[in-house]
Nanobody, 125 residues
Framework: QVQLEESGGGLVRPGDSLRLSCTASGRTYAMAWFRQAPGKEREFVAAISRSGGTTHYTDSVKGRFTISRDNAKNTVALQMNSLKPEDTAIYYC?????????????????????WGQGTQVTVSS
């Protein structure tokens, strides 16, 4: 079993940047970030394969967000630039521990067995 802990959320102004980090207690394969805004369903944000060589983003964050990982430290990060009010949400880190290969990832929430507690990101002027 793997435990995930997110950090780095906060209150920022539009156009600002934030870096979220997620630390896993053990080895993980595909990892991803999801978010849930008030009154909305949880949505996919970004995913990364174990090798780090394959990434995928939802259209609304392409060019602004970057997902990365450090397997030696069991961490995954989400660098968020040019933040917008519509990015306001609770951000969740998700991980899978099944070995489908170093290039595999998924955009589906149901694929991931392990989730962090979430970190609040608020973008407001």
């Amino acid at each position: 079993q793997v435990q995930l802990e997110e950090s780095g959320g906060g209150l920022v102004r539009p156009g600002d940047s934030l870096r979220l980090s997620c630390t896993a207690s053990g080895r993980t394969y595909a990892m991803a970030w999801f978010r849930q805004a008030p009154g909305k369903e949880r949505e996919f944000v970004a995913a990364i394969s174990r090798s780090g060589g394959t990434t995928h983003y939802t259209d609304s964050v392409k060019g602004r967000f970057t997902i990365s990982r450090d397997n030696a430290k069991n961490t995954v990060a989400l660098q968020m630039n040019s933040l917008k009010p519509e990015d306001t949400a609770i951000y969740y880190c998700a991980a899978d521990v099944r070995n489908y290969g170093s290039s595999y990832y998924s955009t589906g929430a149901g694929f991931y067995d392990y989730w962090g507690q979430g970190t609040q990101v608020t973008v407001s002027s």
